[in-house]
């Protein structure tokens, strides 16, 4: 039996993630400045990611076009970010698949394991429960100067820069 433990993402991957990944779809980004996306999306990308919106709501996201669905999207996309309920998450690994996506995130508090497994089952990397921004911050040593236990232990920094 599958469970969220087989597709917990270590250090080395999430850091691996975080570093190849240049464009990030997310979809329900939100144009409300207070909501956790348009939040998460505005300091990727600050910290130099392309932000892609979907969601049908809105013609315009942070300055960026947005976009209906994943499959309307006229460029490559690194990483699917899903602010969605985990009951939406199927259709959008399915999509995610077809546009040739090579991860499949998803937010705090979002499990879906039958999604999970079909992506990875794909060929793409899956991380779950987590919030892309929170582990940016966290492993490019933006939390751990303000005093807050990242678990990450160690007297020097990344290799990795992150801009």
Known sequence: MVSAADFEADIPTLRRILAES?????????????????????YLQHHGYRIIPVNPAYDEVLGEKCYASLREIPEKVDVVDCF?????????AEEAI??????????????????????????????????????????????NFVGVNTRVVSSKRPKTVFN
Do not use: Y
């Not at 990030?24 to 996306?37: E, M």
């Not at 969605?84 to 959008?92: F, G, K, V």
């Not at 937010?107 to 999970?116: C, D, H, M, T, Y």
């Open 22 to 42: 240049h464009t990030i779809a997310i979809v329900g980004l939100s144009q409300n400045w207070h909501r956790p996306s348009n939040f998460a999306a505005k």
């Open 84 to 92: 969605r309920r985990a009951e939406d998450i199927p259709p959008l």
């Open 98 to 143: 077809a546009i040739g996506a090579k991860v499949l995130w998803l937010q705090l508090g979002v499990i879906n394991l039958e999604a999970a497994a079909r992506a990875r089952a794909a060929g793409l990397d899956v991380v779950m429960d987590r919030c892309m921004k929170i582990e940016h911050a966290r492993l490019c040593g933006g939390l």
